[in-house]
């Protein structure tokens, strides 16, 4: 069956930067478009980048430039390298695929960005 599993999240400073992780399992993870959301508390979850199996990748615009999605395919891996952190990067950051019609989602990992 499709696993998904979050690691990297933490709190850090303003300006700061973390890596997210997410090793998937039970499908061809080559593939399938690989998608980064996020949920702050009181707000509606939100696409934050996706990746194609070829490495073509897309980002809403509050997180350009700031932001860089990646995979390792030979590791069924997606990752999410955040830099320049802002408070409003806060949220609880889930690793998504949309496999047979059906979305699945890992657990999530917290991110906190505070002083």
């Known amino acids: 069956q499709v696993q998904l599993v979050e690691s990297g999240g933490g709190l850090v400073q303003p300006g700061g930067s973390l890596r997210l992780s997410c090793a998937a399992s039970g499908f061809v993870f080559s593939a399938y478009i690989m998608n980064w959301y996020r949920q702050a508390p009181g707000k509606q979850r939100e696409l934050v980048a996706w990746?194609?199996?070829?490495?073509?990748?897309n980002y809403r615009d509050s997180v350009k430039g700031r932001f860089t999605i990646s995979r390792d395919n030979a590791k069924s891996t997606v990752y999410l390298q955040m830099n320049s952190l802002k408070p409003e990067d806060t949220a609880v950051y889930y690793c998504n695929v949309e496999y047979v019609l059906k979305n699945y989602w890992g657990q999530g990992t917290q991110v906190t960005v505070s002083s």
């Open positions: 990746i194609t199996g070829g490495g073509g990748t």
